[in-house]
């Protein structure tokens, strides 16, 4: 007995080993959660660089999507003049811009954050993950201030907002777990293929206008509207205005399909990140 | 050994990197496939490296373990292995605590943040949290001496501010294991002492330190043990710091730095194509590592040159261990009639190197050459061609001082006795 709890003393447990990369190792969920001071002081520090030395400082959180959802009603409304069902083209754009920012902002900033911040990535040790999670928290921020003055514009034009509104923080999710998942895709390729961050700019403005953001599905021809549909964006952007303003259509088969892609895109994601995230050190 | 005192385990640890050789540096996505599409059947040439091989060893809890060797032996792969930004290729490594490691000197500063800002950002990102920060905030501040700037962005910092700053930081990081590369190699004299008194107490507080530093005195000082590293091995480990110190000083670990040749087929400057430094005695044998200080020691250098530029500058610094650089020569300084004539083909230049003049210690020579006023050939600290020699011994013909002096030179220098000849004058004066 004696023996027993002299060697239990004696083989203290390491804290931790470091071992040669296996083949999978699964997301140390944990050890994110107790760096999650770091997560906050990144995303603090994003958010802040935005707007230094810039005159108008944070109005430009709130000028940004008021100037987007200006041109594109101008493009789409006034030019074009598409079909609105019933909304003031304005508002039909600013809801969609502020769908579509939380999808872009998250895959823009995901995907270069690697890379953009190889000097940390070189030097010190934190779960990688941290970067791309970081990126989300200044989108929420957005999110939050385009929300509020969406209720602005809301009751200027006289919208009153409906109970399905309850279910856009899950739309919000699937948009912003859609765009993570490809950024943690990109991001990791990244590291070795400097090129996608050429090719992200393109391939986004590419999927702007394949997503019904500043227009609404039924106002694409029918023969296209099957291209729209095959965009995952797309059931989540109607779903989205639906859900703002109880207007437009939304098929249970497009969202079924957008929340399938959301989940696989994730997982993913997810999956290719980890198995290079261990080389970013190597090859950055 | 129990494992109850131990701190780190490390347990064959090896390090590959693959070099591919297909002449494409860094390769984008587009060349990748070109060059695949060009050479289909081509097997990419890659070449193994190991920067760690098999290295094991044991450091128990409270040592303050130096890690010296000379660069590329595998020091930064070790550390970055032990603060886990890179992963082994093979073996284990056990940590018995937490570990705090500082690479850099302020990773994460951002110009634009202010010194507050900083000061949390760069805690975080080494590893602090934030309620930690806040309790050392003050002693922070304290420290880097900066509490007027607090608000003021750091890029409105002169470098000194800056660099006491981060350091302060760093050295409030209350980890179990501490992993240090080479930053005391930053800031002035003053500060420097200021951060070596810092680590010795982090060393004297119990926590497990592994220091890696070219500094020999600073090793001597803080450390009581040392591994040295040749070519991702371990060749030393010992606790006689002093003895292993002086080893690595000196040169005695086999490699034959004195001399250098230019590699063949490898070509430099038109105008000057530095082919050979060497290091000789006055009839042109070459000298060994270590000399004593009173033998005369020439440094020659052989150069090709295709295009005669009258404005080409030769010349070479010497650097001490410390990184100090003692003094700067170049080859027109002794004014334009004395200056060596440059020929075009292949020309061998020689200068005296000062005996009695140099402390005992090891020396870097760095030849240094460029069009004056235009653009480096060979700029100084850029990693150009070098040689390494010591000073062992001989510094004067005092039975009093035989070894190291205190001070950057110890030169031989002429006394003489006033009062003495005084008195010889006035004897010479009573006589007649």
Known sequence: ?284 | MSSKDLAISIRGISKAYTLVHNGLKSPSFREVIVDRLKHPLRKQQTETFWALKDVSFDVKKGEVVGIIGRNGAGKSTLLKILSRIVEPTSGEVDLFGRVGSLLEVGTGFHQELTGRENIFLNGAILGMRRDEISKQFDAIVDFAEVDRFLDTPVKRYSSGMYVRLAFAVAAHLNPEILIVDEVLAVGDAQFQKKCMGKMDEVAKGGRTVLFVSHNMSAVEQLCNRIVWLTDGQVHRDSHDVETVAREYLFGQDGHDNAHWIAAEGEKGSEYFDLRRIGFESEDGSPLPRAVPNDQPMYLVLEADVETLDSSLLVGYTVVNADGQTVYWSVQADAGEDLTPPIMLGRNTLRTRIPSRFLNEGAYTIEVIACLHHRFWILEPGKSGPSITFSIAGGLSESAYWYERRPGLTAPVLQWESLTAEMAHDRKRATEF
């Open chain 1, 1 to 284: 007995m004696q023996i027993v709890t002299e060697r239990a003393a004696e083989m203290q447990e390491p804290l931790l080993t470091i071992k040669p990369p296996g083949l999978w190792s699964p997301f140390a969920l944990r050890e994110v959660w107790s760096y999650r001071d770091l997560l906050w002081a990144l995303a603090v520090r994003d958010v802040k660089l935005r707007y230094r030395q810039t005159a108008l400082g944070v109005v430009w959180v709130v000028l940004q999507p008021l100037l987007a959802a200006g041109i594109m009603s101008f493009v789409f409304g006034v030019i074009a003049n598409l079909p609105s069902d019933g909304l003031p083209y304005f508002l039909l754009s600013y809801i969609g811009m502020l769908g579509w920012q939380a999808f872009s902002g998250t895959l823009t900033k995901a995907s270069q954050c690697i890379v953009g911040n190889s000097h940390l990535v070189s030097k010190v040790y934190f779960p990688r993950l941290i970067l791309p999670l970081s990126t989300v928290l200044s989108t929420l921020l957005d999110f939050v201030v385009g929300f509020a003055l969406l209720l602005g514009l809301m009751g200027i034009y006289g919208i009153r907002p409906q109970a399905s509104l309850l279910l856009l923080p899950v739309l919000l999710v699937l948009l912003i777990t859609l765009a993570a998942g490809l950024g943690l895709w990109v991001s990791a390729l990244m590291v070795t293929y400097r090129d996608l961050q050429y090719v992200i700019p393109y391939f986004t403005q590419l999927l702007f206008y394949a997503s019904p953001v500043a227009l609404t599905l039924s106002a694409v021809p029918e023969k296209l509207q099957i291209f729209f549909l095959l965009n995952p964006l797309t059931g989540l952007l109607e779903a989205f205005r639906w859900a703002i303003v109880g207007r437009g259509t939304i098929s249970g088969i497009a969202i079924a399909y957008s929340v399938g892609v959301t989940v696989l895109s994730f997982i993913l994601g997810a999956f290719v990140f980890k198995r290079m995230e261990r080389t970013f050190a190597d090859v950055i």
